[in-house]
Each structure stands twice: as structure tokens, then as C-alpha cells.
């Protein structure tokens, strides 16, 4: 079992920053890929960045390539986005998750955070 809390959303000024923390329970944190999605009303789930357990290799949607980052620190439990240029159109809730393998599909993810909101203002 692995629990998942997300934090560091807020409002930002178009073009701003903000990192993202996921901050998970459980000895076998290590074990699983970790993803980051969002989701904006009236909108699918979206993937936007996966890392594999070991931090080696990472995914990310094209619409965050290159402005977003993740990584993992294993000996804190805690998985992060960090996101740069943020434009009003990456307003969404963002939810960490955990998957047992590096997975791009939410539907394979096992444990999900609560989400935290991420507001940019233009």
C-alpha cells in the first residue's frame, strides 16, 4: 500500500514557476515508477511526466517537454514536478500516482494523491 500526497500548487503569474512535491508512505516507495497528471474541468486525465523507480528514464508529453522536469529522491519518499514558463493553459488539479512498472496509461497507475491545484493568471 502506498499513500500520496500532493503540494506546492497555487497561483502563479503566466510565465512563473512552481515545483510540485509527492510525498508517499510506505517502505516500497522505491519500487514503482511514479507519474505526474492533470486534470482541467470539463477535461481528460492527462499524463505528463513519468520516472522509472531508479530515476534513469523519464517521459514527457509534448506539451510540457522542455518547461517541466520530474525526479525522485527515494531516501525521502518524494517524487517532484518542477515547472517552469508556466502558461494560463496549464491550469488544471495535478495528481502524482504510482504504477508498478513505467506506465503511460492512467489506467496502470495503483495509488493516486488527492491532487493539488495549480492556478496561472495571464
Known amino acids: 500500500q502506498v499513500q500520496l500526497v500532493e503540494s506546492g500548487g497555487g497561483l502563479v503569474q503566466a510565465g512563473g514557476s512552481l515545483r510540485l512535491s509527492c510525498a508517499a508512505s510506505?517502505?516500497?516507495?522505491?519500487?514503482?515508477?511514479m507519474g505526474w497528471f492533470r486534470q482541467a474541468p470539463g477535461k481528460e486525465r492527462e499524463l505528463l511526466a513519468v520516472?522509472?523507480?531508479?530515476?534513469?528514464?523519464?517521459y514527457y508529453s509534448d506539451s510540457v517537454k522542455g518547461r517541466f522536469s520530474i525526479s525522485r529522491d527515494n531516501a525521502r519518499y518524494t517524487v517532484y514536478l518542477q515547472m517552469n514558463s508556466l502558461k494560463p493553459e496549464d491550469a488544471a488539479v495535478y495528481y502524482c500516482?504510482?504504477?508498478?512498472?513505467?506506465?503511460?496509461?492512467?489506467?496502470?497507475?495503483?495509488?493516486w494523491g488527492q491532487g493539488t491545484q495549480v492556478t496561472v493568471s495571464s
Open positions: 500516482a504510482a504504477a508498478r512498472f513505467f506506465a503511460r496509461d492512467p489506467r496502470d497507475y495503483n495509488y
Open positions: 510506505g517502505r516500497t516507495f522505491s519500487n514503482y515508477a
Open positions: 520516472i522509472t523507480w531508479g530515476g534513469g528514464t523519464t
